[in-house]
């Protein structure tokens, strides 16, 4: 499978612990987004990537929010002190960039649900 | 504060006839505009898109019709199948941002047979 991958499928936490995602892109994509997902609603944009330089974080991302993309490959969100409000679907997509729109591939996410 | 407003939240529509959605945007900077297909337990995936210097695009059974004037735009899926049941969410995006999306919340179509 050569698509984006992300793990785990499905984390349980309570309120107050760490959790870290990991996101494995597609290996040509220079680019990685994170989106988050709640219920009913479309993805929202998170932070993203060009190879290991964080160019943009969205003003949800709180402090307790960070994401590393170390060497331009593989990523890792980590969230601290979590708390109920954080329960969502975490998205992954990652893309070659380039004119004349975007086309992001995403990953199935991670399911985060905080007790 | 969305900035792009999808309508209607649901649909159902028989095998073989059209599903058509609408999405409208404020902000006129927005220069991509992308369809997403989402199924239960996976990501959105790119179903087709636009850009606003064309008024309508057509990939097989999907058709996007733009409106720049109105700041509006739609999907028509037509000939609908079963296959098709599913989420689909709009988006806008700007030049030089284009992978950072402004999704709508979403329309799910349910396609009976």
Redesign the interface.
Known sequence: DTGVSQNPRHKITKRGQNVTFRCDPISEHNRLYWYRQTLGQGPEFLTYFQNEAQLEKSRLLSDRFSAERPKGSFSTLEIQRTEQGDSAMYLCASSLGGGGGEKLFFGSGTQLSVL | QQQ?K?SPQSLIVQKGGISIINCAYENTAFD?F?W?QQFP??????LI?I?PDVSEKKEGRFTISFNKSAKQFSLHIMDSQPGDSATY?C?A?MMG??????????TQVVVTP
């Open positions: 792009v999808q991509y992308p997403y337990g996976k990501g959105p995936a790119l898109a850009r969410f988006a995006s941002s284009w992978g950072k999306l402004q999704f709508g919340a979403g």
